[in-house]
């Protein structure tokens, strides 16, 4: 197997590699009839995509989606309809510079995936990673936008929360700032102050982390399963599988640790039409099921290893040898994880959507009264 897929009913398989000439997704389970077209997929992808700013790499691709397979448009209807089969997209590679990494390619990169592909296959694409690029994720944020159709009841919203040591403020905290400065960051006055520390990091050819926090409002009671099929499971799966990602929390997270039952336990009180939880510590999931509130997960990802300063490292000959990776490269590669932490947040729950109403016939939750 190659683990080129994830989901169960809504499912994706992306393929392409950082300087292949195009990668792509096909998406299968999308139910049939759903209004799409390339335009609302576009929306997203150019959220992603590289050079809109200093704080990212500098790399030009226009990242412009074609549709393949499976819509269909006749006179009868009011533009292009999914067709229940499966849908394949496609992104062209335009910018790609593979000579960069010519110096580098019979060394192994400090904290890439050089060494771990090289020792799992015996071969490696050492120009910008192959599959291991966060390249493979503009095929991600593609298949997001198909898996947003599917619930439109939903909306998914992320925001940079803290980059390196600094955390935003969440007395400030507003979505509408989040695409109003380059860090996709719901604090207008934390971004201000990203900005200059960002700019010294880059300057001195380094990087640094981030974490993001999504949220989804507008998911019912009642997604989910016990006990290998928890929301918050293939939530942190989903996270996970993204590129430089390494810690995932629900909710309250790892504060939770510290906190007393009093404090951690989610209070209800009596409501109509559905009872009401008097905050969310449990980021609206409990037992592994969706309980109405928003749900909120958050994800860490690390500093990004291609930097200039040199670093020791060994040879495919297992020579010791010190490498600057040259090229184009994100000082903080959380930024462009915003739009791609709502797309994987998307499939996950278009996903457990396609799966609840399968087994109950149900969108959500039995409510009172029913």
């Known amino acids: 197997m190659s683990f080129n897929t994830f989901g169960h009913l809504f499912r994706f398989t992306t393929w392409g590699e950082s300087h292949g000439p195009a990668l792509g997704v096909v998406v299968d389970g999308c139910p049939p009839d759903l209004p799409i077209s390339a335009d609302v997929i576009q929306r997203d992808l150019d959220r992603r995509k590289p050079g809109q700013s200093r704080y990212t790499t500098q790399r030009r691709e226009a990242d412009e989606v074609k549709i393949l397979s ?5 006179e009868r209807s009011d533009g ?34 050089d060494y771990t592909y090289f020792q799992k296959y015996g071969i490696r694409d050492y120009r ?8 493979e994720t503009a095929a991600r944020v593609a298949a997001g936008a198909i898996a947003k159709l599917v619930i439109p009841q939903v909306t998914i919203r992320a925001s940079l929360v803290q980059i390196g040591p600094h955390k935003i403020n969440y007395e400030n905290f507003d979505w509408d700032q989040v695409d109003q400065n380059p860090f996709f960051c719901a604090d207008p006055v934390a971004a201000e102050h ?10 001195a050819g380094s990087s640094v982390g981030a974490v993001i926090e999504v949220v989804a409002e507008g998911v019912p009671a009642g997604w989910g399963a016990p006990l290998y099929g928890k929301l918050d499971q293939d939530i942190a799966s989903a996270f996970m599988s993204i590129n430089a990602v390494k810690a995932v929390e629900i909710g309250a997270g790892f504060e939770s640790a510290e906190l007393t039952g009093e404090a951690n336990a989610d209070e209800m009180r009596s409501e109509k039409p559905l009872p009401k939880f008097l905050s969310n510590k449990a980021g609206g999931i ?18 990004t290893s291609s930097i200039l300063t040199p670093r020791q490292t060994v040879t495919t000959q297992n020579e010791d040898t010190d490498i600057i990776t040259k090229g184009r490269h994100d000082p903080c590669v959380g930024i462009r994880a915003v739009p791609i932490g709502e797309a994987m947040m998307a499939c996950v729950l278009a996903d457990h959507f396609l799966l ?11 409510g009172f009264g029913e």
Do not use: C
Not at 194 to 203: E, V
């Open 286 to 303: 409990l037992g592994g099921i969706s309980n109405g509130d928003p749900v909120v997960a958050r994800f860490a990802v690390k500093p």
């Open 128 to 135: 910008g990673g192959g599959r291991s690029s966060a390249r």
């Open 194 to 203: 990203w900005a200059d520390y960002l700019d010294a990091i880059r300057k």
């Open 80 to 113: 292009l309809r999914t067709t229940g089969t499966s849908i394949s997209l496609m992104i062209e590679n335009t910018d790609q510079r593979s000579k960069d990494y010519s110096e580098i390619r019979d060394k192994f990169r400090p904290g890439h995936a």
């Open 356 to 366: 609840h109403r399968g087994q109950t016939g149900r969108d959500g939750g039995i």
């Open 70 to 74: 499976g819509v269909f448009e006749d």
